[in-house]
């Protein structure tokens, strides 16, 4: 490619809601242009950049007996009704309607066609195992599109399913999975870590994400310094606290404690440990059909955890309340306690059994001392967000958070599809039964920018040589000197013809607005055809380093083809 005739309209200014490295480095690089919010083209250099993306996948996928096929964008309501996700998914399905009124979506994930299409075409065990992928658009009506292609509306997903006769063939494949994604991740030359997950409105059991770390990543991870165990925040374990000091013994009775409402508050009139207090944190739980306030207690030492609180109690989604809707609901705000609710409540796990606490009376200024919880009739679950220094749940070490950017995600789904959706196979003894699934996702348009977010100085992007969109660019410091261009033309034809990936800038422009070119986009190397050719000598530029190496002329191309090995 050269660059005079290419297209490739690099530009000084970054977009004006541009922050993270990646979206401002992309944007300004000519890989990708923003359509409308959370919408993005791509340009020649960013298409380079999504075919050596999912080549590295798809090869990948290939060797461990992935098959590709691609499904319609566009898939109908009824599907999404069978499987019961119509309402469940909210506001990100964008939906429509046909000039014959029938109701469609644009596919977000494909787990209904995908069983659709297999339904009735494998129909015994001899046919499974059975995986099959796409690389294909996804469309989310995000409510928060951001970062450029870290947060689309509109992005490419590689999206993969597994069929399966049995769990543990699926636990085998899910596994092999975790392995291939391993594989491609570090080909790519990214920093990651596989965290436990949560499953959100995918549904299913185990699940586990790949995090490439990054301060700008918008997820938390919890690791342990100890052990391998990591995991998202949404799912993070932490082992059972001690308690940090004696507890406040006293007689269960009501105490008047005007004004104290805040965990804050009532710690400093009882001069007691937030851990003997009992939190209250009130929320509206949406529902496919109804909506109900739910009160969830802990320790006044904890946070609540709003994913694990959501799953524990099966809702869509949970809102914030209002005082006035408290009030309605019979709730006094601020003095909420565990005895006595007309709603629903939702206690976390440690304070099973706890005794000696401080709790909401239920009546305007007074709490409850020496409440006792051993005997209470209700429902306990694991509802809190870990922090940093809390235990390991595996080994006790200490656990640290860090940020990343999800860029995988691997599912064992079991049958939450294949069952609403009546996908079945005949077994071994010619028992109708559903198929066992895993399902597997990557973010292939978000890893253009999570590559970015982990290669870049302050010019521009670091392409690692396995995703670059061209590995070399020669650039031609004056190209009306005659040696000059033509020394560059030779290696040019030469490197090409060694299927070495080169860009000649040939263009006739200033050479240090070329090397901005060259430092914006992020080449992996320079060669830079200069004065020093009349020496006999070039100089290569390393973009990760911008350290320069003078190489003889005529090494040239035995130096290239070597580093780029
Ligand atoms: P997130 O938590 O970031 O919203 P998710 O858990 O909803 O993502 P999955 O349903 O697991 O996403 O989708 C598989 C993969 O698709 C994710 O691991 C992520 O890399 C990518 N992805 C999801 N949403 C987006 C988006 N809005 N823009 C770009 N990539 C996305
Ligand atoms: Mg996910």
Request: charged share 30%; with cysteine.
């Amino acid at each position: 490619m050269r660059f005079g005739k290419a297209f490739i309209p690099t530009q000084k200014e970054a977009p004006k809601d541009a922050l993270l490295p990646s979206h401002i480095f992309l944007v300004r690089g000519a890989f990708i242009n923003q359509v409308a919010s959370g919408i993005y083209n791509f340009l020649p250099l960013g298409k380079k950049v999504l075919e050596k993306i999912e080549n590295i996948i798809k090869n990948e996928l290939d060797n461990a007996g992935c098959q590709e096929v691609q499904l319609g964008f566009v898939t109908p309501c009824e599907l999404w009704e069978k499987s019961g996700r119509l309402a469940k998914y909210g506001k990100e399905l964008l939906r429509f309607k046909d000039r014959r009124e029938n109701c469609f979506v644009l596919g977000p994930t494909h787990e209904e066609m995908m069983v659709e299409l297999v339904k009735n075409r494998a129909n015994s065990y001899k046919d499974l195992p059975l995986n099959l992928y796409q690389i294909n658009l996804k469309f989310r009506d995000e409510a928060r599109p951001r970062f450029g292609l870290l947060r689309g509306r509109e992005f490419i997903m590689k999206d993969g399913y597994s069929f399966h006769a049995d769990h543990e063939d699926m636990v085998r494949e899910f596994k092999l999975m975790e392995e291939t994604y391993r594989k491609i991740f570090e080909k790519m030359g990214l920093d990651f870590r596989v965290v436990e997950a949560h499953s959100g409105a995918i549904g299913g059991s185990g699940s586990k994400e790949f995090m490439v770390l990054a301060n700008s990543g918008e997820d938390t991870i919890v690791v342990c310094d100890s052990c391998g165990y990591a995991a998202n925040i949404e799912a993070a374990k932490r082992a059972q606290p001690e308690a940090p000091c004696e507890p406040p013994e006293a007689e269960f009775c009501k105490f008047f404690t005007p004004g104290v409402k805040t965990i804050g508050e009532l710690s400093d009139f009882f001069k007691v440990n937030p851990y003997y207090l009992v939190k209250a944190v009130a929320k509206k739980a949406i529902y496919d059909d109804h909506e109900e306030i739910v009160v969830f207690f802990l320790r006044g030492s904890d946070e609540l955890q709003e994913t694990k609180a959501l799953s524990a109690i099966g809702a869509n989604d949970l809102v914030d309340v209002s005082e006035e809707e408290l009030e309605n609901a019979g709730l006094v705000p601020g003095y909420i306690g565990p005895f006595e609710t007309e709603v629903r409540v939702l206690f976390d796990s440690s304070l099973k059994n706890a005794a000696n606490m401080i709790c909401g009376a239920n009546e305007k200024e007074y709490h409850m001392v020496g409440a006792d919880l051993g005997n209470i009739e209700a429902e306990f679950a694991d509802i809190i967000e870990v922090k940093e220094g809390d235990k390991c749940p595996g080994c006790g070490g200490k656990l640290l958070l860090t940020k990343g950017i999800e860029v995988g995600h691997i599912f064992q789904l079991g049958t939450r599809y294949s069952e609403p959706l009546e996908a079945n196979f005949l077994d071994e003894n010619g028992k109708s039964k559903p198929f066992v699934m895993g399902t597997y996702g990557i973010g292939v348009s978000r890893l253009i920018a999570a590559i970015i977010e982990q290669n870049h100085d302050e010019k521009g992007c670091i392409w690692p040589k396995s995703v670059a969109p061209f590995e070399v660019d020669i650039v031609v410091s004056n190209i009306k000197d005659e040696e000059q261009k033509n020394f560059a033309e030779e290696l040019y034809d030469r490197l090409r013809s060694a299927s070495v990936e080169v860009i000649l800038d040939d263009r006739n422009e200033r050479f240090g607005f070329k090397m901005k070119d060259f430092e914006l986009i992020g080449f992996p190397y320079a060669v830079i055809v200069g004065k020093s050719l009349k020496e006999g000598k070039i100089e290569i530029v390393d973009r990760k380093t911008l350290e320069k190496t003078e190489v003889e002329k005529d090494k040239v191309f035995e130096y290239l083809t070597d580093i780029l090995k």
